[in-house]
């Protein structure tokens, strides 16, 4: 099956830092979603994002699907970014049953 | 509110019962699915239905039982519980394909916990 790769595992930032997510994955995939898992539990939907670039305030997100790579930059880090981040990414597998493969997370801890 | 929502949000049972979570959905969607989390935060779907229609079983043992009376609903029954079962459950969906856009969305998580 599909694999999907992400780095670091864990990081650990100061307030005000600036950050790179990576995500790699193995084979053709036809979607990607960025997630931000908070202290809570809660799957937050940060970006949905087969290709290209998009940015969201101080979050941006680029997939290179020809390179099978995708970046989440985090700018001017804040506590409150604190959590998991997720990568997933989908492989159409029939017309209506496409599923979300799932990276094993970077671990941020953001320090004031 | 426009959301994928589950109860209960935590639920603690004893091994060998019997137990159930339950979707719902209000964003009228078509496909839904299940994901547990395990004690590493690791991700993984174990179900898929589209519009009541089972699409995807992930080698789940048959102690899990998903069924969806409608679109809307995708409620998850538990047999037997075991200890492993001990995680947290997602519940998820997405709309039709269309233009090939299929964001997934999440419910809050149910945090099974077996003693």
């Known amino acids: 099956g599909i694999q999907v790769e992400q780095s670091p595992p864990d990081l650990i930032l100061q307030e005000g830092a600036n950050s790179t997510l990576r995500c790699n994955f193995s084979d053709s995939v036809n979607n990607l979603q960025w997630f931000h898992q908070n202290p809570w539990g809660q799957l937050i939907n940060l970006f949905y994002?087969?290709?290209g670039t998009k940015q969201n305030g101080r979050l941006s997100a680029t997939t290179v699907a020809t390179e099978r790579y995708s970046l989440l930059y985090i700018s001017s880090s804040q506590t409150t970014d604190s959590g998991v981040y997720f990568c997933a990414v989908d492989l159409l597998i029939k017309a209506a049953g496409n599923k979300l493969t799932f990276g094993g997370g970077t671990r941020v801890l953001v320090k004031p | 509110d426009t959301a994928v929502s589950q109860t209960p949000k935590y639920l603690v049972t004893q091994m060998g019962n019997d137990k159930s979570i339950k979707c719902e959905q209000n964003?009228?969607?078509?496909?839904m699915y299940w994901y547990k989390q395990d004690s590493k935060k690791f991700l993984k779907i174990m179900f898929s239905y589209n519009n009541k229609e089972l699409i995807i079983n992930e080698t789940v043992p048959n102690r899990f039982s998903p069924k969806s009376p409608d679109k809307a609903h995708l409620n998850l029954h538990i047999n037997s519980l075991e200890l492993g079962d001990s995680a947290v459950y997602f519940c998820?969906?997405?709309?039709?394909?269309?233009?090939?856009?299929?964001?997934?969305?999440f419910g809050p998580g149910t945090r099974l916990t077996v003693l």
């Open positions: 964003l009228g969607h078509d496909t």
């Open positions: 998820a969906s997405r709309p039709r394909l269309a233009g090939g856009y299929n964001e997934q969305f």
């Open positions: 994002i087969p290709s």
